[in-house]
């Protein structure tokens, strides 16, 4: 049988947490939120969805690429974060697009774009679907006669490989996995881990400026990425593939970031990389969180780049079981596909033990197996992490509001921001009990990105209200301690109203006028990045 993936909710239908897990997460979270009765909210079937017909008549030359399937819209209605888990359990799919296109080829959605314009049919550009700010939803205004999510997940192929430059051509549809198992046999890899990497594609994680599971260097999706052909609807834009050039502004950038507003993503040359042979890893006992944001800086400023360099506080390595929750945890690995790395993980141990921190000695050194990355509480933290949106989902259904807000801060800002967005949202949450936690998931030699995760009891039947309420004071707090909205989840429409203060006003002048010139009807992904007029 084929597997299903969640209509309304995170990943595969069979992989949700189970009765035992659940178990588990009540008798955990219950005392430390007062929760002393949970009533799950049942899990949604598609008979029990009531969707809109649509507004809108098939030209008879795409109907056989446009769905009106159910099941198919409504898993194409909505993201994947919290408030649209609660949309979703609430069988609220009032925003279903009227249909979805399962384009088989370029030529498909270049036709499918000149039918949007033509027809004023807001063209809603769709990869695996995992945004969580609201970057695919069909909220585009009164101004369209209907909407179409254009799923991209048909043109999902490794069409070429340059061993010589050691790069790749690659459609934008395809799946991390899918991707993954193409370069394999060629002992190639993108490099390219994001938490939503089964889910997501490398069109979707150039058009959101995805950022991966590495913590330092190659980290962002912006470095991996040699050219772009992009689809919009005045026409197709492709760059020229060179690994640097100093002619003007870059092509790519204009669209790296533009999160389907200004084109659709069909290829690109992307850098790959040797799979990786050595590795090295240890995970640091650290006093506090601050001791382990000073020893964790002085790792990126030494010019070391290890692969991951993962700061847990006391409450996260303890809900994640990499800590007992009276430490932090700071976990570093190295990993390389040509050498050894005693050198690299014995130095960056000693910057550790010189900042206070506790490394066991008889893990630093080169491994040459996987398990060098998943054992202690580095394992257990990666394996919390794969499983996080699982079990937020079957948290969601007990009643318990759970969400995640990241940023990125320069160091001599880091400790007040982590301060302010701490208080900012415990107050927030008051009065109910609430868990704020931190990590630090990107580290670089000038600042870091700080991840908070808020967990306290939903206010039922106001979900969303209580959403807006505390994502507004993390927000603000974020913005006014020095950080950006957002490090790597991108707009969409639930970040806008903070991105229009973060960008310069001359830049935004400019963005409306590319998003004129590229799409002067203004169908594609309505909304976002730009508001609707």
């Not at 009531?50 to 109907?63: E, G, N, Y």
């Not at 301060?419 to 008051?430: Q, W």
Request: aromatic share 8%.
């Amino acid at each position: 049988m084929k597997r299903k993936r969640s209509f309304w909710g995170w990943g595969w239908e069979d992989e949700s947490a189970d009765a035992t897990q659940v178990a588990a997460i009540e008798a955990a979270l219950g005392p430390m939120l007062g929760i002393e009765k949970v009533e799950r909210t049942p899990v949604p079937r598609i008979g029990d969805v009531t969707l809109a017909s649509a507004r809108v008549a098939r030209p008879k030359t795409l109907t056989p690429i446009l769905s009106e399937d159910p099941e198919d819209r409504a898993g194409h209605t909505y993201g994947k974060s919290y408030r649209d888990v609660v949309r979703g359990l609430a069988l609220d799919f009032s925003r279903a697009p009227d249909y979805v296109a399962h384009p088989r080829s370029e030529a498909d959605v270049v036709s499918l774009l000149d039918w949007c314009a033509d027809a004023r049919i807001a063209a809603l550009p769709y990869g695996g679907g995992s945004s969580v700010c609201g970057g695919v939803e069909a909220e585009v205004g009164s101004g369209f006669e209907g909407a179409v999510s254009i799923d991209l997940t048909g043109l999902d192929r490794v069409v070429e490989i340059d061993r010589t430059s050691r790069a790749a051509r690659i459609q934008g549809g395809a799946l991390g996995p899918v991707l993954e198992d193409q370069l394999r046999p060629e002992g190639l890899t993108l490099r390219h881990f994001p938490q939503s990497f089964e889910f997501s594609t490398l069109g979707g994680w150039i058009a959101t400026r995805s950022g991966g599971h590495f913590a330092t260097l190659y980290t962002h999706i912006d470095e991996l990425v040699e050219s772009l052909r992009v689809v919009t609807p005045t026409g197709v834009v492709e760059s020229r593939r060179l690994p640097g050039s100093g002619a003007g502004p870059s092509p790519d950038r204009l669209f790296i970031g533009s999160e389907g507003a200004l084109g659709i993503i069909t290829e690109a040359w992307m850098r790959v990389f040797e799979r990786p042979k050595f590795r090295a890893s240890f995970s640091a006992r650290c006093p506090d969180f601050m001791v382990g944001a000073e020893a964790m800086r002085h790792i990126a400023q030494a010019g070391l780049f290890p692969a991951n360099c993962r700061l847990l506080d006391p409450t996260e390595a303890m809900l994640n079981g990499a800590g007992t929750g009276d430490h932090a945890v700071l976990i570093v690995s190295f990993e390389s596909a040509d050498h050894a790395l005693d050198p690299w993980i014995q130095r960056a141990a000693e910057l550790c033990r010189d900042h206070g921190c506790e490394v066991p000695a008889d893990r630093i050194k080169t491994r040459t197996d996987e398990g060098a990355s998943r054992e202690g509480a580095a394992g257990a933290w990666r394996q919390a992490f794969i499983r996080a949106p699982y079990l937020r989902d079957a948290l969601v259904r007990m009643g318990v509001f759970t969400e995640t807000f990241e940023t990125a801060v320069t160091w001599d800002r880091f400790r007040d921001l982590h301060a302010a967005v701490s208080r900012a949202a415990r107050e927030a949450c008051e009065p109910r009990k609430s868990i704020v936690t931190c990590r630090v998931t990107h580290v670089y030699p000038d600042g870091a990105a700080p991840y908070f995760t808020v967990i306290t009891p939903a206010n039922r039947g106001a979900e969303l209200d209580q959403w807006a309420a505390i994502k507004t004071a993390i927000s603000d707090a974020m913005l006014e301690h020095g950080g950006t909205t957002t490090h790597h989840h991108a707009v969409g429409r639930d970040f806008m109203p903070w991105y229009e203060k973060q960008r310069p006003e001359g830049f935004a002048r400019a963005l409306r006028a590319t998003k004129s010139e590229l799409d002067p009807s203004g169908v594609l992904n309505p909304g976002v990045l730009l508001r609707v007029s």
